[in-house]
């Protein structure tokens, strides 16, 4: 079977020049990638931290409650 017919999107330039806008807008789209990336790792941790504390905040208020309402003799 002739697979040039089944795949007519594939075009290689012999003209190597015309990749150069391809690598460009590539680049470009890495790079954004990356800051999103670095945004949402940071945004992440933030988001963890304040968790942490506010699990840490709920566990010392319910360790309270506990302790007012069997009082150590």
Do not use: G
Not at 20 to 43: C, E, G, N, Q, T
């Amino acid at each position: 079977m002739n697979f040039v017919l089944l795949m007519p999107f594939l075009y290689f330039p012999e003209d190597k020049a015309e990749y150069i806008p391809a690598a460009i807008s590539f680049v470009i789209f890495m790079i954004l990638m990356l800051f999103a990336f670095r945004w949402i790792i940071k945004k992440s941790k933030r988001q963890e931290e304040e968790t942490k504390e506010l699990e840490q905040r709920i566990l010392k208020e319910r360790q309270q409650n506990k302790n007012q309402e069997h009082p150590v003799d």
